[in-house]
Each structure stands twice: as C-alpha cells, then as structure tokens.
C-alpha cells in the first residue's frame, strides 16, 4: 500500500512568513510523529499524536510551532514567523498503535528560510 | 544527555565485506527498544532493524543482524556481503518504553561502499 507522503517537497520562504507542511500517514497507522533534521542537531523529535490527540509535544522548540491532527489522519505542522534557524528537513512518521512498531517515514519536507 | 551514541567517523567498505557500525544508549528504564535506520542520499528513511530489551536473541533481518549486548548497552549493527546500495547514512535510535513513542537519534554513521 502506500507510504507515508509529505507535501511540499521542498519549501522555500522568507523570514517572518508562516508556513504549513502536511503530512498522510499509512491508512490504518494510528500514532503520527513529526520530527527535524538539521544539519547542527541532527534527528530532533518534535511532537507525537496518537489519534487527534498530541500527548506528547515537548519536543516543539518554541510557541512558534503548532500541529494538529484531524480525523485521526492527515496532520499539518504550522511554524509561524519562520526564522533562518528552521531551515531543516522535517520528517513525519507513522506507527501502528503498539508502542514497539517501527516507525514509517515520510520523504520530508525541505523548508528554506531566506 | 545524549542517549544514542554513534561516534565512527566515515567508513567505507569493500563491496562484498562485512560492517559493523557502533551504537551505543543510555536509559534507566528497563523496557525499550532499539532501532536501525538507513537514510540515502535521497533521503528517505528506512527501517532496518528493531530489537527489544527483552528479547533473548539477537535479532536478524536478511543481511543485518543487531549485536545486541546489553550489559554493556550497545546495540551494534552489522551488515554482512555488502553491497554499492549500502552506501548511506545509518543512525541508531531507542524508544523507552512507559508509553513514551518518541525516538531519539544518534547522530548516524557514513558508509560509503567501495567496488
């Protein structure tokens, strides 16, 4: 079946801009987590829904950065007033419910903060 | 703190070789579970491997096996017969367990596979 798919692809904006990039999980995958990569930090996890509901979003590094996840599938993370530093590939995954299922990745969206 | 650890510098590898590429964790709790990942330069991640705290062997996946030591809290991976396909970034990732889905990263490992 299909894959995770993240749209954009690629993402370039100017600073001060907000910016959406979505994410479709596998049909069926319940647990949706979203992460950074970054060339300084690497892998950062960012923020884990299970359902619609985030019971994790600690990792989210400023009030900038929101998600939500409706009809327990697709999910948008929203960075508002992006600044040069968000400049970074970010990922989304997805798992079935079981804490201990691999996690399926997306191919990322590329964001370019100019 | 760190809780991956993966500190090779670039590797390459002769085609048809084995590697074996170091991870080592850090947790407290006693229930978790390790994962291997390879990244391309095109850049998707995918999975290799899992193995859990628990689990009384090594897990193998065809060409990967997990050198799983756990007194020593190190999970490495090796991938035997190399092939030029191998050539990507590996990174090492754990999940603790108590409800927490998060994966944490080592920062990865360069293998550059030589013909």
């Known amino acids: 079946g299909a894959g995770v798919s993240q749209s954009p692809s690629n993402k370039v904006t100017e600073k001060g801009k907000d910016v959406e990039l979505r994410c479709d999980p596998i049909?069926?995958?319940?647990?949706l987590y979203w992460y950074r990569q970054s060339l300084g930090q690497g892998l950062e996890f960012l923020i884990y829904?299970?359902?619609?509901?985030?019971?994790?979003k600690s990792g989210l590094p400023s009030d900038r950065f929101s998600a939500e996840r409706t009809g327990g599938s697709v999910s948008t993370l929203t960075i508002q007033r992006t600044q040069q530093e968000d400049s970074a590939v970010y990922l989304c995954?997805?798992?079935?419910?079981?804490?201990?299922?691999?996690?399926?990745f997306g191919p990322g969206t590329r964001l370019t903060v100019l | 703190a760190q809780k991956i650890t993966q500190t090779q510098p670039g590797m390459f590898v002769q085609e048809k070789e084995a590697v074996t590429l170091d991870c080592t964790y850090d947790?407290?709790?006693?229930?978790?579970?390790l994962f291997w990942y390879k990244q391309p330069s095109s850049g998707e991640m995918i999975f290799l491997i899992y193995?859990?705290?628990?689990?009384?062997q090594n897990a193998t996946e065809g060409r990967y096996s997990l050198n799983f030591q756990k007194a020593r809290k190190s999970a490495n991976l090796v991938i035997s017969a190399s092939q030029l396909g191998d050539s990507a970034m590996y990174f090492c990732?754990?999940?603790?367990?108590?409800?927490?889905?998060?994966?944490?990263f080592g920062k990865g490992n360069q293998v550059v596979v030589i013909p």
């Open positions: 995954a997805s798992s079935l419910e079981s804490s201990y299922n691999e996690q399926f």
């Open positions: 049909s069926g995958h319940t647990a």
């Open positions: 829904f299970q359902g619609n509901s985030a019971p994790d």
């Open positions: 947790t407290s709790d006693p229930s978790y579970g």
């Open positions: 193995q859990g705290s628990y689990d009384q």
């Open positions: 990732a754990m999940r603790e367990g108590g409800g927490n889905n998060r994966l944490a």
